[in-house]
């Protein structure tokens, strides 16, 4: 054996016992590493796909035949709202984050992702909220309003049970998993890449990834906003949603859709990328018009915002919206062409092998774009108003999702099985299943579209013989069957193949992106070295990177520090920057998703001390977290190989902290603009309004609040200021405690004035805007909480930990003089 060899295997040896994870059961519980996170993502969303299909199957069962006496009404709303909210919210989203914790830190070159240990409470949160709304669902306590919970047919007064609060509170939960999934892919594709991976040459997948992650941080805080005024009105009566004391039903529609139509471009967009990653491997040639491909995500993501009301087209909407909305539904159809006629001419250029993977991206393409021109169709208002509660709608939605989604997702869970197992197809079940689940499919759901032309209504449990529906309702039914054999199939194929013995070679499709460079499967270190990139396709630039990078020829290959390091680029460029600290396992993440659920999931069986006290563990448990991240001492520049010594991440005045914080209040921000809609919404269309009279301050409130948030804002640069001249920040950080606690009490002033929000919406209104202040700056003191902590133990502040806390400073002063400003003036203005 050379020296060389001998250097590298000492290098894999000490990088496996530092990224080791406990190998006891509770390893699971308390791993932070992408691969065994994932892998837990993967299976249990699969695990909710399966019991999303056997509802799908009890519905066909149901309507198979006309008067079918198989489910009753009640049995039957349950299912289908089920069915919905378990295929939407527990399987779609949580499936392609899995696939992206796997193979995303692979492509970029980097060891895992930006926050592990978020990752991994992401994950158990997911896990607690899905498996309570599961729960419910066996006990038949389940949800019977509709996957998309329209009230007033979900208040109190017509829903009077607690499924409505299970799938609110639920899915809220699952809710802040995907946030906190989105902020982590988001700040790994900006930051954490290999040495010389500029924006440019990011892999496709990437960019796609990345759009999607900012679509998640601002389509869902507008649904968590309606989640929460649902549960309060059904709770507390506050009445946002009830026309006698001047809600408007309306609100919620606006609110959900919000998300709602975002949300199918967020699940289309990674299996988008999924395709564009695959198919030029699978044409042995690279993706064609890469810029225009990425300007067309971009465009769609963006475009997808504009779309809300194409869903709300019967309900009334002056005709200047509905002719603006129909024309920004048609423009959706122009980048969605770039990228298909891109792919096309990818598949032109190159040598089409038929493997698995492209067998399910060619059934993508003969289903997507059917779903795509049907998609068109209900763009236009007039033949929208004709099917738009019919089983038109319901055959649209999964043309686009299932076709659109699912097969691509197929195709990528083959196409990645060797990366992500080392072990190569045996079996070939997985064709068998092609040819069983494409055309059921199409048999299926082409009869759904012609039922639902016939005039056949959706969200109904039967229908009447002689309507000219029974053979395509029997049809459909049959043929949905098959189809739920070949998804099976798919499942025991991928399933057997995992664990059959074949052994395949490292990159068998002869990809050139960096995730088939490390070992197969991937250990949880991913790669020995970073590694320097100078194109789009290393390793068809490159056949021996994956040697190079091995033999610990990339940067950070020194263990000698016996942690757990990453490399930290510039932006744009991709040259290194900082060296990131990863945390090792820990059993926090756990703990924190447990109290957090219980918060969320106590007030169900009206536990609200409970739930209170969770909040209080929530605020213990992340105490503790980051106390225990902060490094104990500052050690200055560190050695990252070839020549390159470069600060620690935590030392820096933009530790990653601080790119968290920065996107996590872009959401946060979006909250807010959607609960000042909501607001401008109720008075500018909701009956009974005005209310019966403003709130008219006293000098004291608005004082409280300017100071505060002059002070509030000021404090936190004091305190950088002082770190930068090597003074104590211990003033600065007082300050600034005194500050969020006058704007607190501004906000309690609000409160005080207005002390029964369940007489009208306005008041109801003012409540909520008031608390979003006091909660701010509740986080803000619990924020100095921690920096107080930090000198009365006698340990420096760092300025990157004060810039955190200022940007969270500085949102709560200028949100806080917003919303007591819409809540006072008036008052003022009156």
């Given at each position: 054996?050379?020296a060389?060899?001998?250097?590298?295997l000492r290098?894999?040896?000490?990088?496996a016992?530092?990224w080791?994870?406990?190998?006891?059961l509770?390893?699971w519980?308390?791993?932070?590493n992408n691969n065994?996170i994932?892998?837990?993502?993967?299976?249990?969303?699969?695990?909710?796909?399966?019991i999303?299909?056997?509802?799908?199957?009890?519905i066909?069962?149901?309507l198979?035949t006309p008067g079918?006496?198989?489910?009753?009404?009640?049995?039957?709303d349950q299912?289908?709202?089920?069915h919905?909210?378990v295929?939407?919210?527990l399987?779609?989203?949580?499936?392609?984050?899995?696939?992206s914790m796997l193979v995303?830190?692979?492509?970029?070159?980097?060891r895992d992702?930006a926050y592990?240990?978020l990752?991994?409470?992401g994950?158990?949160v997911y896990?607690?909220?899905?498996s309570?709304v599961?729960v419910a669902?066996?006990l038949?306590?389940a949800?019977d309003?509709?996957w998309?919970m329209?009230?007033?047919?979900?208040?109190?007064?017509?829903?009077?049970?607690?499924g409505?609060?299970v799938?609110?509170?639920?899915?809220?939960?699952?809710e802040?998993?995907?946030?906190?999934?989105?902020?982590e892919?988001?700040?790994?594709v900006?930051?954490?890449?290999?040495?010389g991976?500029?924006?440019?040459?990011?892999?496709i997948f990437?960019?796609?990834?990345l759009?999607?992650?900012?679509?998640i941080l601002?389509?869902?805080?507008p649904?968590i906003?309606g989640?929460?005024?649902?549960?309060?009105?059904?709770?507390?009566?506050?009445?946002?949603?009830?026309v006698e004391?001047g809600?408007?039903?309306?609100?919620?529609q606006?609110?959900?859709?919000l998300?709602?139509?975002?949300?199918?471009y967020?699940?289309?967009l990674p299996a988008?990328?999924?395709?564009?990653t695959?198919l030029?491997v699978?044409?042995r040639?690279?993706?064609?018009?890469?810029?225009w491909v990425?300007?067309?995500?971009v465009?769609l993501?963006v475009?997808?915002?504009?779309?809300w009301?194409h869903h709300?087209?019967?309900t009334?909407?002056?005709?200047l919206g509905?002719?603006f909305?129909?024309?920004?539904s048609t423009l959706?159809?122009?980048?969605?062409?770039?990228?298909?006629?891109?792919?096309?001419g990818t598949?032109?250029?190159?040598?089409?092998r038929?493997?698995?993977?492209?067998?399910w991206?060619i059934g993508?393409?003969?289903?997507f774009?059917?779903?795509?021109?049907?998609g068109?169709m209900?763009?236009?208002?007039?033949?929208?108003?004709?099917?738009?509660?019919?089983h038109?709608i319901?055959?649209?939605?999964?043309?686009?999702?299932?076709?659109g989604?699912v097969?691509?997702?197929?195709a990528a869970v083959?196409?990645?099985?060797?990366?992500l197992?080392g072990?190569?197809?045996v079996?070939?079940?997985?064709g068998?299943?092609f040819?069983?689940?494409?055309?059921a499919f199409?048999?299926?759901?082409?009869?759904?579209?012609?039922?639902g032309l016939?005039g056949?209504?959706?969200r109904?449990?039967?229908?009447?013989?002689g309507?000219?529906w029974?053979?395509?309702?029997?049809?459909?039914?049959?043929?949905?069957?098959?189809?739920a054999?070949?998804f099976a199939?798919?499942l025991?194929?991928?399933?057997?193949?995992t664990f059959?013995?074949?052994?395949?070679?490292r990159?068998?499709?002869?990809?050139g992106?960096?995730?088939?460079a490390a070992p197969?499967?991937?250990?949880?270190?991913?790669?020995?070295?970073?590694?320097?990139v100078g194109?789009?396709?290393p390793?068809?630039?490159?056949?021996?990177?994956d040697?190079k990078?091995a033999?610990?020829?990339g940067y950070?290959?020194?263990?000698?520090?016996?942690?757990?390091?990453?490399?930290?680029?510039?932006t744009?460029?991709?040259?290194?920057a900082?060296?990131?600290v990863?945390?090792?396992?820990?059993?926090l993440p756990f703990?924190l998703?447990?109290?957090?659920?219980t918060?969320?999931?106590?007030p169900?069986?009206k536990?609200h001390?409970v739930s209170?006290?969770?909040?209080?563990?929530v605020?213990?448990v992340?105490l503790?977290?980051?106390?225990?991240?902060?490094?104990a001492?500052?050690e200055?520049?560190v050695?990252?190989?070839h020549?390159a010594m470069?600060p620690?991440?935590s030392?820096?005045p933009d530790p990653?902290?601080?790119?968290?914080s920065?996107?996590?209040?872009?959401?946060?921000?979006v909250?807010?603009?959607?609960?000042?809609?909501?607001?401008?919404?109720?008075?500018?269309?909701?009956?009974n309004w005005?209310p019966?009279s403003?709130?008219r301050?006293?000098?004291?409130?608005?004082?409280?609040a300017?100071?505060?948030?002059?002070?509030?804002?000021?404090?936190p640069r004091?305190?950088v200021?002082?770190?930068g001249?090597?003074r104590?920040?211990?003033?600065?950080?007082g300050?600034?405690?005194?500050?969020?606690?006058a704007l607190?009490?501004?906000?309690g002033s609000v409160?005080?004035?207005?002390p029964?929000?369940a007489g009208?919406?306005?008041?109801?209104?003012?409540?909520?805007l008031?608390?979003?202040v006091a909660?701010?700056?509740?986080?803000?003191?619990?924020m100095?909480?921690?920096?107080a902590?930090?000198?009365?133990?006698?340990?420096a502040?760092?300025?990157g930990?004060?810039?955190?806390?200022?940007?969270w400073?500085?949102?709560?002063?200028?949100?806080?003089l917003v919303?007591?400003g819409?809540a006072?003036l008036?008052g003022?203005?009156?």
């Open positions: 054996m050379t060389r060899r001998r250097t590298a290098l894999h040896r000490e990088l016992r530092i080791a994870p406990d190998p006891r509770r390893g519980l308390t791993t932070s065994d994932g892998r837990l993502f993967l299976a249990v969303a699969t695990a909710f796909f399966v999303g299909g056997l509802l799908a199957m009890l066909r069962a149901q198979a079918s006496a198989f489910m009753g009404p009640e049995a039957y299912v289908f709202t089920m919905g909210t295929m939407m919210f399987f779609a989203i949580p499936f392609f984050e899995a696939l995303l830190p692979g492509m970029l070159g980097t992702l592990p240990r990752g991994a409470y994950l158990w896990v607690f909220g899905g309570a599961i669902m066996l038949g306590l949800p309003g509709g998309f329209y009230p007033p047919l979900t208040s109190a007064a017509f829903s009077p049970g607690i409505a609060d799938w609110l509170l639920g899915i809220t939960s699952i802040v998993s995907a946030i906190a999934t989105a902020v892919v988001i700040v790994t900006l930051r954490y890449r290999a040495a991976m500029s924006l440019s040459r990011m892999p990437a960019w796609y990834i759009v999607v992650a900012v679509m601002t389509a869902f805080p649904m906003l989640s929460l005024l649902l549960e309060l009105e059904r709770a507390l009566d506050w009445p946002f949603f009830q004391n809600g408007d039903p309306l609100l919620w606006h609110l959900f859709w998300f709602g139509h975002p949300e199918v967020i699940i289309f988008a990328g999924m395709i564009a695959i030029p699978m044409a040639t690279t993706l064609l018009g890469y810029g990425v300007a067309a995500a465009s993501g475009l997808s915002f504009g779309l009301v709300m087209f019967t009334g909407i002056p005709h509905l002719a909305f129909s024309a920004a959706v159809a122009v980048p969605t062409s770039v990228m298909i006629f891109a792919w096309i598949l032109r250029q190159g040598r089409v038929m493997e698995l993977p492209m067998l991206i993508f393409f003969a289903t774009i059917i779903g795509g021109l049907t068109v209900i763009a236009i208002v007039p033949f929208n108003w004709q099917v738009h509660d019919t038109f319901v055959a649209h939605l999964h043309y686009v999702l299932i076709g989604y097969f691509p997702m197929i083959y196409y990645f099985q060797p990366l197992t072990r190569f197809q079996f070939r079940l997985g068998v299943a040819w069983l689940v494409v055309p199409h048999v299926t759901f082409l009869a759904v579209h012609l039922a016939l056949q209504r959706r109904t449990w039967t229908y009447d013989e309507q000219g029974e053979v395509l309702n029997l049809v459909a039914s049959v043929s949905s069957f098959v189809m054999i070949g199939l798919v025991l194929d991928v399933a057997i193949n059959a013995r074949a052994r395949g070679p990159n068998p499709w002869g990809a992106t960096l995730e088939w197969m499967p991937s250990p949880p270190y991913g790669f020995a070295s970073i590694p320097i194109s789009r396709y390793l068809l630039d490159d056949p021996r990177i040697l990078i033999r610990g020829e950070l290959a020194d263990t000698s520090r016996s942690r757990r390091e990453t490399l930290i680029v510039t744009a460029q991709g040259a290194p900082q060296v990131a990863l945390p090792c396992n820990s059993v703990l998703a447990v109290v957090t659920s918060a969320f999931l106590a169900l069986v536990a001390a209170v006290l969770a909040l209080v563990g605020v213990a992340a503790v977290w980051v106390w225990r991240l902060a490094p001492r500052m200055g520049p050695d990252a190989g020549g470069l620690l991440a030392e820096t990653p902290g601080w790119w968290g920065l996107f996590l209040l872009l959401a946060d921000g909250h807010f603009g959607a609960l000042l809609f909501g607001y401008a919404f109720l008075w500018t269309v909701a009956p005005p019966p403003f709130l301050p006293d000098v004291a409130g608005p004082a409280l300017l100071g505060g948030a002059g002070a509030l804002a000021l404090a004091l305190a200021r002082a770190i001249a090597g104590g920040a211990g003033p600065a950080v300050l600034a405690a005194l500050a969020a606690l607190a009490g501004a906000a409160m005080l004035e207005r029964d929000p009208h919406a306005h008041d109801a209104t003012l409540w909520i008031a608390g979003h909660f701010h700056a509740g986080l803000v003191l619990i100095l909480f921690y920096l902590l930090r000198l009365v133990a006698g340990k502040l760092r300025i930990e004060a810039r955190i806390v200022g940007l400073a500085d949102f709560t002063a200028a949100t806080g919303a007591l819409a006072w008036p003022v203005l009156a």
